[in-house]
């Protein structure tokens, strides 16, 4: 089975840019990119905006056929009711979101989200047909004490538990202690947990979803550290925080090729 993952160069704003910077700097990045000469068939640019922001970046998008996508950074795992301060994936798929991001270390941290919950946003973005960005990875204790991979691969394990074999998914390996940390994992160390991933995903979706799954990898990603990533056979791309604020950045970012000719 021959199957083309275009690299996806994915920016999580986090709780940064309010709705008017976030019109601004979707444009600013449109233009940088075109100027660049990028190409949407080397890669495959996202951002993920603060809730606030989505309704503004849907319409800009939309109104100037941007080739950027969008999406939120967490949805409910239910649909509508008694839900104070949540966010259902029927309000999200409304806005044109391609993608969520599910269970990002920060939800899990703060937030005290667990595996089980993980699993049903999983579902809700699967029903309502956003690609959800299942978020996994180990603390620096986790490591310490496991190993690398044994933590992520439970996490996935149980994210994907119930989903259909054809669920369109995207999985994000985000080593806590590399998250805002300047101290990025190796790429030797993203490659050996993305392709237990990608081995998770064939256990329990099959071949056909491993194959066709991006697997990204975040934590202190920047334009000097991409190319060791985009090399490994496994990493289809990159979650970015700190370094997607960054107009000039991210774009250089998005344009690994230049750097390395991979
Ligand atoms: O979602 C993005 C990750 O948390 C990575 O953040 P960072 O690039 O600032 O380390």
Same mark, same amino acid.
């Given at each position: 089975?021959?199957?083309?993952?275009?690299?996806?160069?994915? &920016?999580?704003?986090?709780?940064?840019?309010?709705?008017?910077?976030?019109?601004?700097?979707?444009?600013?990045?449109?233009?940088?990119?075109?100027?660049?000469?990028?190409?949407?068939?080397?890669?495959?640019?996202?951002?993920?905006?603060?809730?606030?922001?989505?309704?503004?970046?849907?319409?800009?998008?939309?109104?100037?056929?941007?080739?950027?996508?969008?999406?939120?950074?967490?949805?409910?795992?239910?649909?509508?009711?008694?839900?104070?301060?949540?966010?259902?994936?029927?309000?999200?798929?409304?806005?044109?979101?391609?993608?969520?991001?599910? $269970?990002?270390?920060?939800?899990?941290?703060?937030? &005290?989200?667990?595996?089980?919950?993980?699993?049903?946003?999983?579902?809700?973005?699967?029903?309502?047909?956003?690609?959800?960005?299942?978020?996994?990875?180990?603390?620096?204790?986790?490591?310490?004490?496991? $190993?690398?991979?044994?933590?992520?691969?439970?996490?996935?394990?149980?994210?994907?538990?119930?989903?259909?074999?054809?669920?369109?998914?995207?999985?994000?390996?985000?080593?806590?202690?590399?998250? $805002?940390?300047?101290?990025?994992?190796?790429?030797?160390?993203?490659?050996?947990?993305?392709?237990?991933?990608?081995?998770?995903?064939?256990?329990?979706?099959?071949?056909?979803?491993?194959?066709?799954?991006?697997?990204?990898?975040?934590?202190?990603?920047?334009?000097?550290?991409?190319?060791?990533?985009?090399?490994?056979?496994?990493?289809? $791309?990159?979650?970015?925080?700190?370094?997607?604020?960054?107009?000039?950045?991210?774009?250089?970012?998005?344009?690994?090729?230049?750097?390395?000719?991979?």
């Amino acid at each position: 089975m021959v199957v083309n993952r275009v690299p996806l160069l994915a &920016g999580n704003w986090k709780m940064n840019l309010d709705h008017l910077q976030a019109i601004a700097f979707v444009q600013k990045l449109a233009w940088t990119l075109k100027d660049a000469g990028h190409d949407v068939a080397d890669a495959e640019v996202a951002v993920f905006p603060p809730f606030t922001d989505l309704r503004s970046v849907q319409t800009l998008v939309a109104a100037d056929k941007l080739p950027i996508a969008y999406g939120a950074q967490d949805l409910s795992a239910h649909d509508s009711g008694a839900y104070t301060g949540e966010i259902s994936g029927a309000f999200l798929a409304q806005l044109d979101c391609t993608y969520v991001i599910i $269970g990002h270390s920060e939800r899990r941290t703060l937030h &005290g989200e667990d595996d089980e919950q993980v699993k049903a946003k999983t579902a809700a973005a699967v029903k309502h047909g956003i690609v959800p960005v299942i978020c996994v990875g180990e603390t620096a204790e986790d490591l310490a004490e496991q $190993g690398p991979s044994a933590v992520p691969v439970a996490q996935l394990t149980t994210a994907l538990e119930g989903l259909d074999a054809s669920a369109d998914i995207l999985v994000a390996y985000e080593p806590v202690w590399a998250i $805002g940390s300047g101290q990025a994992a190796t790429p030797d160390q993203a490659e050996q947990v993305a392709a237990a991933l990608r081995g998770v995903i064939a256990s329990v979706l099959g071949e056909d979803a491993a194959a066709r799954t991006r697997i990204l990898y975040g934590g202190s990603v920047k334009s000097s550290n991409i190319a060791g990533f985009m090399r490994e056979p496994n990493v289809d $791309g990159a979650l970015i925080g700190g370094a997607s604020l960054d107009v000039a950045e991210f774009s250089s970012i998005v344009r690994f090729q230049k750097h390395v000719g991979v």
